[in-house]
């Protein structure tokens, strides 16, 4: 009966047969090259190379430590903002029903003095946290495509004049009815708004939006033909835009 | 992941990895720098890299220091590559007892003989000697077969020795 060898390997790597032994010119120019190359590798600050190597790479892990963290802290934040945002708003909504239970005229409820539609502050600034820096402000004219909402109707023309920092488009609704879209960025303090608030008005068919993004500039955007909620959405769209791209830069 | 596993990696493969990125961009600091972001990058990897068997460090540090030294001579490709020698040194200004002299010059005779290799036995001279690579671990990086190898470095061995007599002959 055949007796069968079981082969176990001690280690995953090759052991290489014994080599032919070198003799002669062959051994000397051997023991030469050994030689040299350990010279020349005893000049090199092996232990020198080896700090920096783990220098640098724990740097690196530190700061992928504190960018986890922040993003992490980041998050939290967002989310804890949103959830309090809809509680906001749900409490909003039951306060401005009436005692036997019907809805109020929410525009009626939101005009301020001068006939304007305001919206809160804070529900508007949820998603554009609300300020541009005189600093980043100055950045503006060599981005006026910034100045589109995201979600503005892929068939509007759109037009770009950036010596006055103004955008625009036009455009048809599924109707043949004229849509129309301007945004410029005005001097001064728009309808008693505080830096960061923004504040809606109906005037005809025009809806306006007014955000006073620093305490020398404001953002007039013009919608036309669109109905209020599109225009709001849209709004918001280009306020968020606007502030992601002025964090980026 | 225990510092000693690091250490070990370093003290076995720097050699290897050093003279890798040599052989490509044949400059001690920019070899240096390699090095350096090679045993970084195993720093920073030794959870996968710590269970690995040695001869798959030694592939991957191989790997990642030859990746690094094409990406730069492919970045200084505009530039002129300098000419420097293997292990070139600087010039001691201590005057070296006679034996010691003749050991340097010897030494350096080498060293340029090595230089006027063809660039495959220059490979395989460096990949066997300064990199302390085997046989088979050289026929695994370039494809060439053991025997070839063996054979190769028999004939880089004898070449250098003719050039070593002709040097001689010559002062």
Not at chain 1, 32 to 42: E, G, H, K, T
Request: overall charge negative.
């Amino acid at each position: 009966m055949k007796k069968e060898r079981k082969i176990q390997l001690v280690t995953d790597d090759f052991i290489e047969p014994p080599g032919e032994e070198l003799t002669g010119e062959q051994a000397e120019i051997d023991a030469l090259l050994r030689a040299v190359a350990d010279d020349c590798s005893a000049k090199i600050d092996f232990e020198g190379i080896k700090q920096r190597a783990v220098e640098s790479a724990k740097a690196k892990k530190a700061k992928r430590g504190r960018l986890r963290r922040a993003i992490g802290y980041g998050m939290v934040a967002a989310a804890s903002l949103v959830v309090g945002l809809f509680v906001w708003q749900a409490v909003k909504g039951m306060n401005e029903r009436v005692p036997n239970g019907d809805a109020v005229d929410a525009q009626a409820a939101e005009r301020n003095d001068d006939g304007l539609t305001k919206h809160d502050p804070i529900a508007d600034v949820k998603v554009y946290v609300g300020t541009v820096s005189e600093a980043e402000y100055t950045a503006f004219p060599e981005t006026a495509d910034e100045f589109f909402p995201e979600n503005l109707p892929e068939t509007m023309k759109k037009r770009v004049d950036t010596d006055a920092v103004r955008t625009s488009a036009t455009g048809t609704d599924t109707k043949g009815g004229s849509l129309d879209y301007v945004c410029t960025v005005e001097k001064g303090c728009a309808k008693g708004l505080e830096v960061g608030e923004a504040c809606s008005e109906k005037t005809g068919e025009d809806l306006w939006y007014y955000w006073q993004i620093n305490e020398n500039h404001y953002l007039k955007v013009r919608f036309t033909g669109f109905d209020q909620e599109d225009a709001e959405a849209m709004f918001k769209s280009l306020a968020d835009r606007i502030t992601m791209q002025q964090k980026d830069r | 992941m225990s510092g000693s596993s690091f250490d070990k990696i370093y003290s076995d493969y720097s050699r290897l990895v050093y003279w890798a990125a040599y052989r490509v961009v044949a400059q001690n600091e920019t070899a240096e720098d390699i090095t350096q972001q090679v045993f970084e990058r195993a720093y920073l990897n030794m959870d996968k890299l710590g269970p690995m068997a040695d001869s798959q460090i030694k592939s991957w540090l191989y790997r990642v220091a030859t990746n690094l030294a094409l990406d730069h001579v492919r970045h200084q490709k505009h530039e002129t590559l300098s000419d420097e020698p293997v292990g070139a040194e600087i010039a001691d200004t201590e005057p070296l007892p006679e034996e010691e002299l003749l050991k340097k010059k010897r030494m350096e005779a080498v060293r340029k003989a090595i230089e006027q290799l063809d660039e495959t036995n220059r490979t395989i001279i460096t990949l066997h000697y300064f990199s302390e690579m085997t046989v088979n671990e050289i026929s695994e990086k370039t494809g060439i077969s053991p025997g070839t190898i063996k054979s190769r470095l028999v004939r880089a061995r004898s070449l250098l020795a003719d050039m070593l007599k002709a040097e001689a002959a010559e002062e």
